[in-house]
């Protein structure tokens, strides 16, 4: 009796020990309670934009020659018009010189056949009236007249020399200018490519030679991003942005859409997109920003307040979300509305204060499933 008994126990834990090892565990899952707040369907750009200037020109002169003036340097404040380089030119100051020299000259003449003409026209006015009153013979009076517009002549004649050479000089000063540099804009010099008595080359057409001077105007500024090429119809001019910069972490400017590009780029081995301008709306509050810095923008395309939200990581393919229920994990269908990285908007499926899994990447959470809330709460 006593060894039945016995065997009776043993059996008994063995089926006890049994039951334990093999009845189903409950998984452990990260849990975030539906609730109500703002959804916003939005665009990121593809790759980084870039902080740009709203006027900024590569300097470069006409011609080549060696640098024999150089008015600033790199980091230089510079006004509209002041010059900044210049070639040396002496040769072409020399034949200026001489184009003034020869203004001067036809003016001169001008003058002296123009007074021989006023002279001439008056003894023309002379001899035809002696040759009405009979005092001198017809072909006298003619011989005055034909002196007369002959003098005449010449005076035009030498105002045109004075035209010729007044052009020839203008010809020498736009000469000049070929080998010298003004600032088109206010500004500020970045770069200079070039020192005082080196040779300065140009860049012809289809070489890129670094220009001589950079000028940046850096008082207007404005972010340009690529966009992918299937986003592109819903970018419009005037959308609300908002931008952010590496070099300003944690804080976000806004911004508006300024310019659509009207053509889609093709970059090798890169995915096509369309670039977008985005101005900053308080360039106030932007700080002391630099040409070049890179940054990214996220254009808002519709905005809900107050609307039921879920996190969207936590939305599984068909669009069923997981729900802890009694101990078990239930697939839930639900209807969607905007969304974003972030959000979805839930219209349908679930009701504010249900719990649903975040954690869908742990093994063991299907639905079905046995479930525990993880110590760690979903945020």
């Known amino acids: 009796m006593r060894r039945i008994v016995i065997i009776a126990l043993i059996l008994a834990v063995l089926a006890g020990a049994g039951f334990w090892f093999t009845r189903e565990k409950a998984v452990s899952v990260l849990l975030t309670e539906v609730a109500t707040g703002t959804v916003e369907a939005t ?29 600033v340097k790199e980091g230089d404040k510079v006004k509209q018009g002041q010059l900044l380089l210049k070639l040396w030119n002496d040769d072409q100051q020399a034949n200026s010189a001489l184009a003034a020299a020869q203004v001067a000259l036809a003016g001169k003449r001008s003058e002296e056949v123009c007074i021989a003409a006023v002279n001439a026209e008056k003894e023309a006015k002379r001899q035809a009236e002696l040759q009405q009153k009979g005092f001198v013979s017809p072909s006298r009076e003619e011989a005055a007249r034909t002196e007369a517009a002959v003098r005449r002549a010449s005076c035009d004649t030498a105002k045109a020399d004075i035209a010729q050479a007044e052009a020839k000089l203008k010809s020498t000063r736009v000469e000049q200018g070929r080998v010298a540099l003004y600032a088109p804009f206010d500004g500020i010099v970045a770069k200079i490519v070039g020192e005082l008595g080196e040779y300065s080359t140009p860049s012809p057409p289809g070489v890129p030679t670094p220009p001589a001077i950079d000028l940046i105007d850096d008082s207007c500024l404005y972010v340009n991003a690529p966009m992918d090429e299937v986003d592109a119809p819903k970018i419009s001019v005037g959308q ?20 659509v590009a009207p053509y889609v780029s093709a970059v090798e081995k890169q995915a096509r997109t369309v670039d977008i301008e985005v101005d900053f709306t308080q360039p106030e509050n932007t700080g002391k920003l630099l040409v070049g810095y890179s940054a990214d923008v996220e254009i808002i395309l519709q905005r809900r307040e107050n609307v039921l939200r879920i996190p969207s990581a936590s939305i599984l393919e068909g669009n069923k979300v997981l729900v802890l229920k009694e101990g078990k994990l239930e697939a839930r269908s639900i209807k969607t509305g905007i969304a974003n990285w972030q959000h979805t908007e839930v219209s349908e499926g679930l009701q504010a204060g249900e719990r649903i899994v975040t954690s869908l990447e742990r093994a063991g959470v299907v639905a079905g499933a046995k479930a525990v809330q993880d110590e760690k709460v979903a945020k």
Not at 43 to 58: D, F, I, S, Y
């Open 43 to 71: 665009l990121a750009n593809t790759r980084a934009g870039t902080v740009e200037a709203c006027q900024r020109t590569k300097l470069s002169t006409i011609v080549g020659g060696r640098i024999e003036y150089l008015g």
């Open 240 to 259: 609300t942005v908002r931008i952010t910069l590496d070099a300003l972490p944690g804080q976000t400017l806004p911004g508006t859409v300024k310019r």
